[in-house]
């Protein structure tokens, strides 16, 4: 019993671990809690069911101090066997798994003109960024690390972000400082804009991509094993609904997950794989 809510939390301390595809960080607190559980029955007998107690004990309060509780023991046993065996990896095959850096030239001014409104070292974008990549998920850092502030950051775009129209004869794209000013509103190019420079303001790599008719941001996750703790981040801290594909970008062993204002978590479906720019950052 005391295992139960104790392996989550010892896990919480752990570096994430991946060997043979499969995320054992949990396993591993599992060993740990028993061992430890075991010591303190050898030397403590009496003092069992006092530490099952005081876990349970800390768990509730911390209920009330919207910290680590029953919830999170919970969804983080969910988040590994969703990880495990219940998330699949979609590789999207498009143009950008041939000609990666292919830009049709009457496309020219809208990467330029994307390119300019990029500014990641403005003061307003990086207190912005700053404040809201704590916004959440500051209990997993220890797990995590960076990737709670990114995710936290996405979370926070994306929730609040609302749609609206440019001018029907102009195209307008939006410093992020602009989209920051008027209350996180704006198109599918100003929030690309707002969203990688917020990102890289707090340490991310970003690009953006462009499709027919829409644009869209992606963030760098590194190679294969870092993209599976980046996958196991992700089914951990966006629960609901349950995530059944993460989809990305691959080349050369290096891996994108798309940060759309279309997708409900990181890492969503495409609009569409008609790809005709990418935009380095």
């Known amino acids: 019993m005391t295992l139960l809510p104790l ?15 499969f995320h054992i960080d949990l396993a ?48 983080d046993y969910k988040g590994m066997v969703q990880g495990n065996w219940g998330t699949k990896d979609s590789k999207q095959l498009d143009i950008l798994s041939l000609y990666p850096r292919r830009v049709e ?14 500014n990641f070292q403005d003061s307003v974008v990086r207190n912005f960024s700053v404040r ?55 198109d599918c190019d100003d929030h690309s804009i707002l969203m990688t420079s917020c990102l890289q303001s707090i340490g991310a790599r970003c690009r953006i991509v462009l499709i027919k008719g829409h644009a869209y941001p992606e963030l760098y996750c590194g190679d294969k094993e870092d993209f599976e703790i980046m996958k196991q981040a992700i089914i951990t801290l966006f629960p609901k609904p349950a995530i059944k594909e993460i989809y990305y970008h691959e080349l050369k062993g290096e891996y994108w997950i798309n940060l759309d204002y279309t997708a409900r978590h990181p890492g969503g479906p495409y609009m569409n794989d008609k790809v005709y720019a990418l935009i380095e950052l």
């Not at 591993?28 to 530490?51: D, K």
């Not at 030239?105 to 990029?118: A, Q």
């Not at 602009?178 to 509103?185: A, K, S, V, Y």
Request: proline letters at 5%; charged letters at 20%; glycine letters at 6%.
């Open 28 to 75: 591993v607190a599992v060993v740990i809690s028993l061992l430890l559980v075991y010591a303190i029955r050898w030397v403590f007998r009496p003092l069992i069911f006092p530490v099952f107690l005081l876990t349970c004990g800390m768990l509730l309060v911390n209920k009330y101090r919207d910290s680590y509780t029953f919830t999170n023991v919970l969804n």
């Open 132 to 186: 809201h990549s704590l916004e959440y998920y500051d209990e997993y850092f220890y797990k995590y690390g960076k990737v709670t502030r990114f995710l936290s950051l996405f979370r926070y775009i994306n929730s609040h972000f609302k749609y609206v129209l440019d001018s029907r004869r102009d195209e307008y794209f939006a410093t992020p400082q602009e989209t920051i000013q008027n209350g996180l509103g704006g």
């Open 7 to 21: 392996a989550p939390y010892i896990n919480r301390f752990l570096p994430p671990i991946v060997a043979g595809g």
């Open 105 to 118: 030239s009457y496309r020219d001014k809208t990467v330029r003109g994307m390119r300019e409104k990029i």
